[in-house]
């Protein structure tokens, strides 16, 4: 694992987009260092789950930083399509360009009035962030991106976890995570949250009053 481009960087001033997941979490360790004042940004996928906010009480308190959270594009999309019966709060139809993660990451960092933002993003994902990844040193400065994990595989994600004894979500304990624990629109997702988060699993249906026909499949 080669931090060397890490070397000799400081900003002032930066969000992390956190997702609680491994590569957020290794990438804030990466960076914390290296910023003087960070911001979280957690997109949320539903509102008001309260599931995560333990493992995001500790990343605020190990590292010194705020984790506030954001709209994600998909929860506008969920109610513009009324998934599973969600009601449609939007009061303008909005386009599937709009929606765009980058212009979401874009709108924050305008809202915060920051410019530098970071991503745990890697190019062993998928073909898309290959791409992209492979035009772009881990610090892309002309956009104000930083990728801390960039050149990571996952293997090397969990080697790093496991030496820094960094903690993990609970999801990754209890169930496949390559099944969507934030959106719960699996049957295992489900019922995981009915399983481990009773209140949370109550929300998702308050939200999404048809979701439960997902556990008759």
Not at 58 to 79: A, C, G, M, T, V
Not at 192 to 213: A, G, H, R, T
């Amino acid at each position: 694992m080669n931090f060397s481009f890490l070397s000799g960087l400081k900003i002032s001033e930066a969000i992390i987009f956190f997702s609680g997941g491994k590569d957020s979490i290794v990438s804030l360790d990466l960076i914390r260092n290296h910023i003087d004042n960070l911001t979280g940004i957690y997109l949320e996928y539903i509102p008001g789950l309260k599931y995560k906010d333990e493992l995001f009480n500790y990343y605020e308190n190990r590292y010194n930083f705020k984790i506030i959270k954001k709209d994600h594009p998909f929860w506008l999309l969920y109610q513009q399509k009324n998934v599973y019966g969600c009601k449609n709060n939007i009061t303008e139809k909005i386009k599937l360009t709009d929606l765009k993660l980058g212009k979401f990451y874009n709108k924050y960092k305008k809202e915060l009035n920051i410019e530098w933002h970071i991503i745990g993003e890697k190019r062993t994902d998928d073909i898309t962030r290959a791409r992209k990844l492979f035009k772009s040193t881990p610090i892309d400065k002309t956009n104000k991106i930083i990728y801390p994990v960039a050149l990571f595989s996952d293997k090397e994600i969990f080697k790093y976890i496991e030496f820094k004894k960094l903690i993990l979500p609970i999801e990754y304990k209890l169930y496949n995570v390559k099944h969507d624990h934030n959106v719960a629109f699996s049957k295992e997702a489900l019922l995981f949250f009915k399983n481990n988060f009773i209140d949370d699993y109550y929300k998702i249906l308050e939200i999404f009053p048809q979701i439960e026909s997902i556990l008759k499949k």
